[in-house]
Every structure is written in C-alpha cells, then in structure tokens.
C-alpha cells in the first residue's frame, strides 16, 4: 500500500521559509517521479514541483527561484525547501506520485494527507 506522510507546514509571515517533507513507503521511491502540488478550497489540484527520478527537475514558474524540490532514496523522503514565501503561497501542500493532466484536469494517483502552509502578517 503506497502511503505518503507530509509533515513541515506552519504558519509563518511573508518572506519566511519552511522546509516540506514527505515519507514514502509502500512502493519503489527511488523509481518514481514525485511531485509537490497544493490546494486552496475551492480550487482545483495545482502542480509545484516535480522531481524526476534521475534528479531533473522543474517548478512552476510563480515559484521558481523560492522553492527547491530535493529528494533521499536512501531515507525514501522528499523535501520542498520554500523560501522568500508570499501571501499567495498559502495552500494546503501535497506530496503525490502518477500525476498527470486527465481529462483536462491536472491530477494525482496517489497523494498524502497534506500539510498546510499558510502565510499571513
């Protein structure tokens, strides 16, 4: 059974950092490309970033130069480093595998419970 375990969100001010983790068992984690995605209610599923699992990665560009996506095979852990947050960032945060764009709509396989990130003065 694929379980991912999110834990590293708060509430913090604008131009502070958090660090996202994410535990993975139940599959082969080193194999897999993983991603972060965020939700705000109301709104659909929302790619962040995504980390291949040779290392290549991409972000979506509202966070590129604030947000670093890294991962540990030997620990089977994902991290998303957020820096410089803005008020915008505010989300309930992911970690998730097999996501893709069905039907027109941007989705996941499998995903955690989350973690909010919220951001406020």
């Known amino acids: 059974e694929v379980q991912l375990v999110e834990s590293g969100g708060g509430l913090v001010q604008p131009g502070g950092s958090l660090r996202l983790s994410c535990a993975a068992s139940?599959?082969?984690?080193?194999?897999?490309?993983m991603y972060w995605v965020r939700q705000v209610p109301g709104k659909g599923l929302e790619f962040v970033s995504f980390?291949?699992?040779?290392?290549?990665?991409s972000y979506r560009d509202s966070v590129k130069g604030r947000f670093t996506i890294s991962r540990d095979n030997a620990k089977n852990t994902l991290y998303l480093q957020l820096n410089s947050l803005k008020i915008e960032d505010t989300a309930m945060y992911y970690c998730?595998?097999?996501?893709?764009?069905?039907?027109?709509?941007?989705?996941?396989?499998?995903r955690g419970q989350g973690t909010q990130v919220t951001v406020s003065i």
């Open positions: 139940g599959f082969s984690f080193s194999l897999y490309c």
């Open positions: 980390i291949s699992s040779g290392g290549t990665t």
């Open positions: 998730a595998k097999d996501c893709a764009i069905r039907s027109g709509t941007f989705s996941c396989k499998d």
